[in-house]
């Protein structure tokens, strides 16, 4: 049985930091390219970040690079989305999921909520 889950979101102040991560089950993980999406009250899916299956090559969104980094730890299965410098209009629901981009992602978790609120 495949399983995604988010863990790690919150209430957090502006300009504040917070780690989530994804810990993944019932695939090849550490063969898996990784991503993380998000969705802000009101508004349609968003891709933030990708990880290749070995973790030496990431990309972010524009609106979050420098912010934000992915990483990935194979033994444990799971992937990390660090969270720095938070604004308000990253609050989201925070996916991870399994693929390289649009069209690709065929296992998603249940999602984390991010608030980011003074």
């Known amino acids: 049985e495949v399983q995604v889950v988010e863990s790690g979101g919150g209430l957090v102040q502006p300009g504040g930091s917070l780690r989530l991560s994804c810990a993944a089950s019932g695939f090849a993980f550490s063969r898996s390219d990784m991503s993380w999406v998000r969705q802000a009250p009101g508004k349609g899916l968003e891709w933030v970040s990708y990880?290749?299956?070995?973790?030496?090559?990431?990309y972010a969104a524009d609106s979050v690079k420098g912010r934000f980094t992915n990483s990935r730890d194979n033994d444990k299965n799971t992937v990390y989305l660090q969270m720095n410098s938070l604004r308000a209009e990253d609050t989201a629901v925070y996916y991870c999921a399994r693929g390289e981009n649009w069209g690709s992602y065929d296992y998603w978790g249940q999602g984390t909520q991010v608030t980011v609120s003074s």
């Open positions: 990880i290749n299956s070995g973790g030496g090559s990431t």
